[in-house]
């Protein structure tokens, strides 16, 4: 069994990818090809806002949003400390400082009453500038969207949804993409929309902002292209990514979306009772980048692991260690400041294996190995 099976979703779509890499390849547009262009257009239609602006990667696209903000020395950002690495590093990458905010047990999500004392905390100290909040919609959860924006409205602060992992998942009418002042999403092969290598890209409603995207993207380009107004990166889709994309946004649209909650509701109604499992709240809808659920400890974890490893049933500790107390974060003195839920989360989640393609009978299998387990070594 796989953890992320790519290749029954290739099996399952061969025709039309192949297809569609032929076509790149034979126009020889490898770089900013029409499909870079088709696919924006149909990724805003589908978040439903006004602009898409395709890079290179998901952490490019935070990085790019930052930088149209003129975020960077001396500003702060408020990062969750329950994320991918990334989330952080985009934030120190523009020179600004993250600061780390506790998450919600149940949701994964940021914490906004933790969120509310960093920010006040922040202010007080006076050293840094408070200017943004960064919130994860992580595994594919969207963040509580309705206090977040009241709290960035209250601070005066710029919304960034990291949607690495949130493409697709929506609070009741509005999608994931589609909640911060601008949004960023992954392409990375295993995230709920992927590609076929790295991919990224930024979502908004302000023209302007979307037209410094195009122009950070693309070596701080101005209407000219040989004239650079500034300093950019180089960080564009290939061609031959968004022409994958758009066949594998079809099938996302069509029904895996659906088959990923199928999957989830069968997973929670096999280990309900037996274990904490995913909470999703009313009126939300998550992508289910992952189906994670949460044991009492450490030990209990590490043992269930093992056991469904040695059923040859891959499963992942995301994420295993807070950002807080990363290597690369030594500097960052979170002396006096804890983070109780992250730390125990750490020692306690473990992700199954969930895409669109498992079967009924494998999500049957993997619940029966963690059932059996669960009540040996409880
Ligand atoms: C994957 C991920 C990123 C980075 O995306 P890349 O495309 O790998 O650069 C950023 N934030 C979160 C939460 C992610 O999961």
Redo the contacts with the bound molecule.
Sequence with gaps: MQFRDLKRQYDALQSDIDKAIKKVINSSAFIMGKSVMELEEELAQYVGVRHCIACA???DA?VIALKVWGIGKGDAVFVPDF??F??AEAVSAVGATPVFVDVCHDTFNINHSDLENRIIKTIADGELVPKAILS?DLFGLPANYTKLQMIAQKYRLLLLE?A??GFGGYITETKACAFGDISTT?F?PA?PLGCYG?G?ALFTNNDEWAALARSYRMHGKGSFKYDNVRIGMNSRLDTLQAAILRVKLKAFDAYELDAVNTVAKRYTSNLNGMVHTPVVPLGFGSSWAQYTIVLNEEQQRDNLQNTLKASSIPSMIYYPKPIHEQTAYNNIDCRGVDFPITEKLCKTVLSLPMHPYLTASEVDQVSEVVVNALSQIR
């Design positions: 990667n998901g952490t935070l994320t991918f990334a989330s994860v990291d690495a992992q992954s990375f995230k790295d990224g």
